[in-house]
């Protein structure tokens, strides 16, 4: 059991590896898949779907051949005992040493021991396939980030105004790094005014928004906001103060109110009345333009926009993001 235990873990591990990427393919494929049935990729997914599934196959063979070849050897154990213990036992029982009782009794305790360990044999697999999946969660929770927006270090700015500075940043990402993303870049965004950014594809317009939101830190240089290096503030605060609307929002599978209303978690507003917070979305609702086809809508503000807002347009998913981005009147948007 020791021995064969050891493979089961190893090619366990590696078919839920399997099942995992096989199961991450499937989930993009599902969230996206207006896009898949307009491109014609539906063939060419499950293709590659079904690559993983292959691999989480062989390796589910030879966890299943493990389990095949120590249940075998263990009952061919029991069975050899049974042998030696009657050939043993007839030697005693014919030279006097030992009466036919206790023979029957030595033999039954030994095979009924020995049977009952036989049957931990199946759930063995069950405890292999925890201490596989345990590791990979155990690994993530062990993790620690260096950007740890739960921890209360930093400094809390009492007045915020939203000017900020990029002072001779260099970036490389983690993932890439024989890639220089940004060289040398400095750049002001005055608070109060509109400033976009305009380059070509990986010209590093997306970076800036990391870089602000400090999802990564800046290999070389600083980013300043109202003068203060975003480094030294505390990272929870300073997300607070800042509202982003991706090019692809992401909505929750819950009503057009509870999606905007989420836009409050967090801020000063949260444990407002329902009141005061209905007012605020539907301010903000107004503000991205978002309020006249809400209203339009057969139940309003509690029209549910289904999973990840499949149920609506591209253009109204950003709108609602945008009024979940303003709601909390955020001061970098």
């Known amino acids: 059991m020791s021995v064969v235990s050891r493979f089961m873990l190893k090619y366990n591990k590696q078919s839920i590896d ?13 969230s996206s898949i207006r896009n898949s049935i307009a491109f014609g990729t539906q063939e060419r997914l499950a293709k590659q779907y079904d690559t993983h599934l292959v691999r989480a196959e062989f390796y589910g063979f030879r966890v299943k051949g493990a389990i095949a070849v120590m249940v075998g050897c263990m009952m061919l154990i029991l069975y050899l005992n049974y ?15 030992v009466p036919l009782s206790k023979v029957l009794t030595i033999m039954m305790a030994v095979m009924i021991g020995a049977f009952n360990i036989g049957n931990v044999a199946p759930n063995i697999q069950a405890f292999t396939t925890a201490m596989a999946a345990a590791a990979k ?59 976009a950014l305009v380059g070509a594809s990986g010209s590093g317009k997306s970076t800036v928004v990391g870089l602000v939101e400090r999802f990564y830190d800046p290999v070389q240089g600083q980013v300043l906001l109202d ?45 407002a009345s329902e009141e005061e917070q ?11 333009n978002a309020h006249d086809f809400v209203s339009s809508l057969p139940e309003g503000y509690e029209t549910n926009v289904g999973e990840r807002g499949f149920l609506l347009s591209g253009g109204q998913k950003q709108r609602i993001a945008i009024a979940r981005a303003i709601v909390s009147d955020p001061k970098s948007k």
Not at 83 to 97: D, K, M, V
Not at 164 to 182: A, F, G, N, Q
Not at 278 to 288: D, F, G, H, S, T
């Open 18 to 30: 399997a099942y995992a990427q096989g199961g991450s393919l499937a989930d993009e494929v599902l």
């Open 137 to 195: 969660i155990f690994n993530t929770i062990d993790r620690a980030s260096p950007l740890d927006p739960t921890n209360d270090v930093g400094e809390k700015l009492e007045t915020v105004e939203g000017t900020i500075t990029l002072r001779d940043i260099r970036h490389i990402y983690p993932s890439r790094p024989e890639v220089v993303v940004m060289e040398g870049v400095s750049l002001t965004i005055p608070a109060g005014k509109t400033t």
């Open 227 to 271: 003068g203060h290096d975003i480094s030294t503030l505390n990272l929870r605060w300073l997300r607070q103060q800042m509202a982003l609307v991706s090019q692809e929002p992401t909505l929750f599978g819950t009503s057009i109110y509870h999606n905007i209303r989420y836009g409050l978690i967090g801020t000063r507003h949260e444990n």
């Open 278 to 288: 209905k007012a605020l979305i539907i301010e903000a609702a107004k503000k991205a």
């Open 83 to 97: 042998g030696l213990a009657f050939w043993a036992g007839s030697f005693f029982l014919i030279n006097g040493e």
